[in-house]
Nanobody, 120 residues
Framework: QVQLVESGGGLVQTGGSLRLSCAAS????????MAWFRQQAGKERELVAA????????YYADSVKGRFTISRDIAKYTMYLQMNLLRPEDTAVYLC?????????????WGKGTQVTVAS
């Protein structure tokens, strides 16, 4: 089993920044992919960004390209999402996910999420 714990959410004004963290523990592996999703009320869960632990290749949704940056600390097995130029439409619960085979809409392990609210 892998445990994922997110932190760093909160309330921010439009144009502001937040950094989310996701700490992984348990049976982690350097072959994992980790990702950030967001869940907005009444909408499907959206894959926001992802990173492959080995090699560090990344993916970003078009809606966040140029504003969000995903990164990882290999020693701490922690993933980050630096969110800049935040907009009200970025308001959502942000969830961390991990999977030994890659990223996509279905991943094996999930955190409980952290709320991000962007005030207009």
């Amino acid at each position: 089993q892998v445990q994922l714990v997110e932190s760093g959410g909160g309330l921010v004004q439009t144009g502001g920044s937040l950094r989310l963290s996701c700490a992984a523990s348990g049976r982690t592996s350097n072959n994992f992919a980790m990702a950030w999703f967001r869940q907005q009320a009444g909408k499907e869960r959206e894959l926001v960004a992802a990173v492959r632990w080995s090699g560090g290749s990344t993916y970003y949704a078009d809606s966040v390209k140029g504003r969000f940056t995903i990164s990882r600390d290999i020693a701490k097995y922690t993933m980050y999402l630096q969110m800049n130029l935040l907009r009200p439409e970025d308001t959502a619960v942000y969830l961390c996910a991990a999977d030994p085979y890659g990223y996509g809409p279905v991943m094996d392990y999930w955190g409980k999420g952290t709320q991000v609210t962007v005030a207009s």
